[in-house]
């Protein structure tokens, strides 16, 4: 069976803080890609990141960080120094196996409120 | 210079009514998909086209029906509309390379659809 699952639902930070989003995922596929989508207020789906299963690198952009282990089946997500714009709900998902148009299964979203 | 498309970006109609939306992608992706996200943001595949080809058909309705004229565009069209139709109806596209893996998906702006 194919799941990720964001057991976060709400998060609430004051703005500067630091806060992590979690994300675990099933797949029986050793080749699978997962992804993290940021959809702010006004709806639209924005990609934020494209990691392959064979590549456990931490990965780094700006005030985001990305942190994949194979071990736990987590792709966990944390926003350094937090600011109003990174009010979201963001998405954690999963595309398994080697086709080159495969379905995306995404997580059921956190919604994240960054407070002034 | 849109990147994904759709129209309309609002659609609100009565019960029983026929109704389309088109997705137009001008990045040169050879995969294009749709996906339907309820009330609870709950995201899910419908439908996906490579090269005109209809290659992902989830458990739809055959009341939704897409159309591919050509690989840039992916029309959804949907006879009878009922009340649970309601939702956002979001378009994407991907590059689709032979043996290249999964590639990272591209979202439109998003449908929302309301039936009364």
């Known amino acids: 069976a194919q799941k990720v699952t964001q057991a976060q639902t709400e998060i609430s930070v004051v703005e500067k803080e630091d806060v992590t989003l979690d994300c675990v995922y099933e797949t029986r596929d050793t080749t699978y890609y997962l992804f993290w989508y940021k959809q702010p207020p006004s709806g639209e789906l924005v990609f934020l990141i494209r990691?392959?299963?064979?590549?456990?690198q931490n990965e780094i952009s700006g005030r985001y960080s990305w942190n994949f282990q194979k071990s736990t089946s987590s792709f966990n997500f944390t926003i350094t120094a937090s600011q109003v714009v990174d009010s979201a709900v963001y998405f954690c998902a999963l595309t398994p196996g080697y086709s080159s148009a495969s379905k995306i299964i995404f997580g059921s979203g956190t919604r994240l409120s960054i407070r002034p | 210079d849109t990147a994904v498309s759709q129209t309309p970006k609002y659609l609100v109609t009565q019960m029983g009514n026929d109704k389309s939306i088109k997705c137009e992608q001008n990045l040169g992706h050879d995969t294009m998909y749709w996906y339907k996200q309820d009330s609870k943001k709950f995201l899910k595949i419908m439908f996906s086209y490579n090269n005109k080809e209809l290659i992902i058909n989830e458990t739809v309705p055959n009341r939704f029906s897409p159309k591919s004229p050509d690989k840039a565009h992916l029309n959804l069209h949907i006879n009878s509309l009922e009340l649970g139709d309601s939702a956002v109806y979001f378009c994407?596209?991907?590059?689709?390379?032979?043996?290249?893996?999964?590639?990272?998906?591209?979202f439109g702006p998003g449908t929302r659809l309301l039936v009364l």
């Open positions: 990691r392959n299963s064979f590549d456990e």
């Open positions: 994407a596209s991907s590059q689709g390379l032979a043996g290249a893996g999964p590639e990272t998906q591209y």
